[in-house]
């Protein structure tokens, strides 16, 4: 892939623009049970039907830590290479809220879990590495239904407790493109870790976006407004561009950027202010009297590492090495944890290059087509290897190999039974080619003449009569060869 | 029989396990003295048919070989109890019932005994005198201008009046010691986690301890015994065996060693105060303890600290209440915003607002650091006093009050003056540790005064072993008239 | 450092409280005092010493993974002042 150079720039009238962004990711941790209870996490139950009276907060009521929850961020700490920290205090972030029902949120201020790490993007630019500030654990509110009533605003708390892990990147972000890259990554590696399913669309993993615009070349950053909660990678995208350009045409006209928290309307495409927000930013943190300081045991910590699976950016390396990938494939195979699998498994029993390409190309496209994950691919791995070795050998040609695949996908059959039973085997056998051959040169004289005579575009012409005659079962390079032998003659 | 309800908890028990009384009897003898004493305005509901029918039920397959056989109590009206209205002293709570039982309660029901009602207690357990209750004071027995303490006053109130053969509260700055000592009872604060405080309305978390409030030392050891031990459902639970305090007590205490802090003596103390000190310092010295003059430096700083630590940790705790899931609403509000603030200034009373203004404030961007963070910092001085004289002593003595009980109105437009009741209590809790109010004499207007016994973290045995020796020789006897029946 | 009517104000809003504009000079009266008081404290020296965390001198303790609440609505719903069958009910929040 040839190497792009970065050009992210807002264009104002005076000036061009750099725009800066950091993003605070709220992933779910994937848990069976709450971070302070032991309600369930499932996601779509019946409404307050996953809740404690810890969790509703009733008078009396105490939180108990759930250990996974723990190993969890620092399983994701150590998937980020952050610096695990062996002492951390849950705070109170004190506000009132319809769906906060203590009226404080368990968190982690001064001392999180986990402290300063890194994630690696792959842009079309080079690699660029992303500073993360810190991970801390927190509780996730519940949700308030403001369009079932016209007067009231209706109240579930069933994902009122669930854990949050809070992942701050530091601000290194540049461009939409990067936030996307990065959000791919960060939910990849939690992927791959098994602490967040990453699924945007139920809300298990959202971002507040930190967004702020200088002159390219200033060393300043500039005044930057907190975008809450967007839940999806084109949201952000789009919050962000929206932002940007708003915050260029203030400075532009002379006006003065207001560091505040804004809401992205997906409706309009656009950001405002939220005012219900403005009184509560004294959040008046202090450690939770209700627990203690966490201590985590560094063995824990180094049993938890070794336990980690291969990560994406390893698992490219050794793609590369030891498939003979290139980094765009190995990139494209690594990025979810089933995909690898998949291909690992192909690979194994087929040519692995070949498998790539073929998994890129059909495969990829046919999921595409059917919003499926490769988790639930009709065609299973050990079939699709199937595939790519009859094509690598010369059984079937490429064209064939697409009809094979279709039936496959509509039969679940394996690809020899259908090349089989449908008689699609490539026809290799050269006393067979010719006798196709000569048929054809007896049956058009004039154009064999017409092509003896110079006119060898006709060779086109001849190579699709032997396909056509062989029901496109014809050996492509082997027709080639005899046809030009036979012609000649 | 002549009248049970004015024996200790443990002859009581002995009657109940010798048959000479029946459950239900014992229970009707106590709804009856209730029934008398409505003038006190000690209980906030009563569960008088639900006892009659426990009491039924133990006398029908009696088992005797529990700690609290049969026995009806009262408690204090911030332990959340299944089914039966908990209202924390609070307008905010006034119709809340739970459907869960506190551990300490639950301690108390499966070693035998059964609820008989909930207590009156200050608002939120914010208070001295009990006179933040939402349902009204609640008056001493001793006499009938005097404030009961607080915040268990209705819990010391009923047990002077024998009202409950003996009972529960709970103590964050001194809301058990100081109550007892107004009262001529025993009050038990234990170390912070000893007893769960899963269930019950919360105050201050980092301070709040239940304990027992007993006529006697050796009924104050069967009740610890009773609701002490470990609870995985709370954080802050210390996990360790449980100890049989009743069967471990001796009142031996040759040889120990008993603090005295300088620091105790303050100015506008009364003589009498004084006085009694020398008196219990005497007792425990002819008993054979050994009396060794310390010094606890920042005691003064303790009562500062814990009007910054206790009500941030209110603020917070409180935040809750906002009439969306229980408890009271204003229907005044427009919308959600306005909700809020009405149903919290309709709610809470006036002692409660304050501290919950005076904690939001300590916390607030630009004043943490000069009032929770300088807070939590002396508070580690505090606890490092502590530490220091336990390298040196046993057991310290102190008096529990540096008055004996006032009238009731007396303090209510002075909130300082009403704070440093608690002068002697508060440094235990922000320490964490166990003590004990003695009832040990009386003024010269015959009101009931008190000592206060601290113990090393956990040592809770020891000191009720010294307050069983020194109450076996005080010859103090609590004698109230029944001026309100 | 004494506190006026506007800052009271500003943490009663803070604190989702309405005071009343009759009581505000006796609860500033009040708070005044009792801040006086609290600000003993800044007699001490407190440069090196380490605030308190925790009074108990233990790491936090942990539960397993496993439900073993919830799916008691009927609970949870049945104090609210004003909820339906399913959600509680509060008033109109504008974002």
Known sequence: MSKEKFDYFIKGEKDKYEVVIGLEVHAQVLSKSKLFSGSSTKFGADPNNQVSFIDSAFPGMLPVINEECVKQAVRTGLGLNAKINNYSVFDRKNYFYADLPQGYQISQYKNPIVGEGKVLLDMPYGSKEIGIERLHLEQDAGKSIHDMDPSNTYVDLNRSGIALMEIVSKPDLRSPDEVNAYIKKLRSIMRYLGTCDGNMQEGSLRADVNVSVRKEGDKKFGTRCEIKNVNSIKFMQMAIEYEAARQVELIENGKKIDQETRLFDTKKNETRSMRSKEDAHDYRYFPDPDLLPLKLEQKLIDDLKKSLPELPDKKKERFIKEYGLNVYEANVLVSEKEISNYYEEVAKLSDKKLAATWMMGDLFAMLNDKGLDISRSPISAKHFAELVQSIKSGEISGRIAKEVFEIMVETGDNPKKIIESKGMKQQSDPKELEKIINEIISRNKDKVDQYKAGKEKLFGFFVGQVMKLSGGKANPQLTNEILKKLLKG | MSDITNQSLSEIIDNVKTKKISSLDLTKAYIKNIENAKKLNAFVTTTFDLALDKAKQFDKKPTFNKLLPGIPLAVKDLFCTENTKTTAGSNILNNFIPSYESTVTKNLWTNGSFLLGKLNCDEFAMGSSNETSHFGNVINPVGDQLVPGGSSGGSSSALAADLTPATIGTDTGGSIRQPASFTGTVGLKPTYGLCSRWGIVAFASSLDQAGPMTKTIKDCAIMLEAISGFDKKDSTSINKDKEQYSKNLKDNIKGLKIGIPKEYRVDSMPKEIDELWEKGKKILKDLGAQLIDISLPHTKYALPTYYIVAPAEASSNLARYDGVRYGYRSEKGKDLIEMYEKTRSEGFGDEVKRRILIGTYVLSSGYYDAYYLKAQKVRQLIKKDFDDAFKKVDSILTPSTPSSAFKIGEKTNDPVSMYLNDIFTVPVNLAGLPALSLPAGVDKQGYPLGLQLIGKALDEQKILNIGYAFEKNCGFKNEIKKWWS | ?95
């Open chain 3, 1 to 95: 450092m004494s506190i006026d009517k506007e800052k009271i104000k500003d943490v009663a809003k803070l604190a989702r409280i309405s005071v009343n504009e009759a009581k505000v000079d006796s609860l500033t009266k009040d708070l005044n005092s009792i801040f006086k008081f609290i600000e003993q404290l800044n007699e001490l020296n407190t440069d090196k010493v380490e605030p308190l965390t925790s009074i108990l001198n233990q790491s936090l303790r942990s539960r397993k993974d496993e439900i073993n609440d919830g799916k008691i609505r009927e609970k949870i719903l049945k104090n609210s002042p004003k909820k339906n069958e399913e959600f509680f009910v509060v008033p109109k929040v504008v974002e």
